[in-house]
């Protein structure tokens, strides 16, 4: 049997009146024309309603005017609080303080009255708008954990992402190798090598990439970075060079470029270098209407190391590259790299969807000299 009492408010509830509190303070605080109208308006009904109290409340003139104040002030603003604050007092002098009709007071008592009222007007208005300041702060202060407690979330669910790709592509490379071995095309030892140089390999390019410092670095640069690497890596005297828009990619999109990379880049320092002459390599990455277009050429001999695409490929290099490609949406194409007859070079072009936001307005290509990448010490 009910007890005639009212239902416990549920937290929703309470949430849902809290947000529309802000939301009301939040719109008369932004737009200083409504703000001034709830000033006025709600100095008119606290008028209107002390005027109906009449002569029983001769004693508490202010008794209605004070919450004009608090919630103008509160809900508005300083400004339309200030303005709420005159006209009440203006108000009160002229129907509600002895003489009634003048806006002067007759007596000690009335001027008292007065003092008392901007006293505690004043007060209000200087808490209420500490407070407001204070509350202000206080939401900044939440949107920017909300937005810090989400961005985190989602790096967290990339990096578990990432990681299993990663995992994945481990294991990829290993189950090749051992089917080397097994059909007798690669020595143990060679292929237990290859797979500890890729493991390497992509242990270089995740330290780089997650690499604070280069969080805000363009693409360009961290190519340039990742071949120096790379060089190093291998022990290669070759020489790159890198042609590339001032592209900023999400590391989403850029691990899985940047391990393409270094997997064309492996393959042209593995292939395209001779005898006293080291090879040369140019990464071009420009914008190729809808898509973006990333060639790895080098000025080798050419010839067979891979296939057309890596999709017709059977060896440990095409599925990486297809593995890593399907990540991006993109279509990979190998081919000649249109060098002169002797060494006409290969290339390997990427082609991936753009998205917006990728390249700052107003912005150049940049364009890095030939260098020679470090050679370990």
Not at 215 to 242: F, I, K, Q, W
Request: net charge positive; hydrophobic share 45%; charged share 20%.
């Amino acid at each position: 049997m009910s007890d005639g009492s009212a239902p416990p408010i549920s937290r929703d509830e309470k949430a849902s009146a809290r947000a529309g509190a802000r939301l009301g303070r939040g719109f008369l605080r932004r737009n200083v024309a409504a703000g001034y109208f709830f000033a006025l308006g709600a100095t008119a009904v606290a008028v209107g309603l002390r005027m109906q109290l009449g002569p029983d409340f001769v004693g508490f003139p202010f008794v209605t005017l004070f919450p004009a104040v608090i919630l103008t002030t509160y809900f508005a603003g300083l400004g339309p609080g200030v303005l709420a604050g005159v006209l009440c007092g203006a108000a009160a002098l002229y129907w509600f303080i002895p003489p009634f009709g003048k806006i002067k007071p007759a007596n000690a008592q009335g001027m008292i009255a007065m003092a008392f009222y901007l006293l505690i007007v004043g007060l209000d208005i200087l808490l209420i708008e500490v407070m407001n300041r204070a509350l202000e702060r206080l939401e900044a202060e939440q949107r920017i954990t909300r937005r810090l407690y989400l961005q985190h979330r989602g790096l967290f669910q990339e990096l578990q992402h990432r990681v299993a790709n990663n995992m994945a592509l481990v294991g990829s490379i290993l189950r090749v190798q051992l089917r080397r071995v097994r059909d007798g095309r690669q020595d143990p030892e060679k292929a237990m090598a290859d797979a500890v140089d890729r493991l390497e390999i992509m242990a270089r390019v995740h330290r780089r990439l997650y690499d604070p410092a280069a969080a805000d670095a363009p693409v360009g640069t961290l190519l340039g970075a990742l071949c120096d690497d790379l060089s190093t890596l291998s022990g290669s005297d070759a020489r790159c060079r890198v042609t590339a828009e001032p592209l900023f990619l999400e590391l989403r999109r850029l691990l899985p470029l940047s391990l393409l990379v270094a997997e064309a880049m492996t393959n042209a320092i593995k292939h395209a270098g001779a005898p006293g002459r080291p090879p040369r390599i140019h990464i071009l990455m420009r914008r190729d209407g809808p898509l973006w277009m990333l060639d790895v050429a080098d000025d080798g001999p050419g010839g067979s190391f891979g296939a057309a695409t890596p999709a017709d490929g059977n060896g440990l290099g095409s599925r990486i590259m297809q593995n890593l490609a399907q990540q991006l949406d993109a279509v990979i194409e190998i081919g000649p790299a249109e060098g002169p007859p002797d060494r006409p070079g290969r290339r390997v072009r990427v082609r991936f969807p753009a998205e917006d936001g990728e390249v700052p307005p107003q912005s150049r290509s940049s364009v890095t000299p030939w260098h020679d990448s470090p050679r370990p010490s």
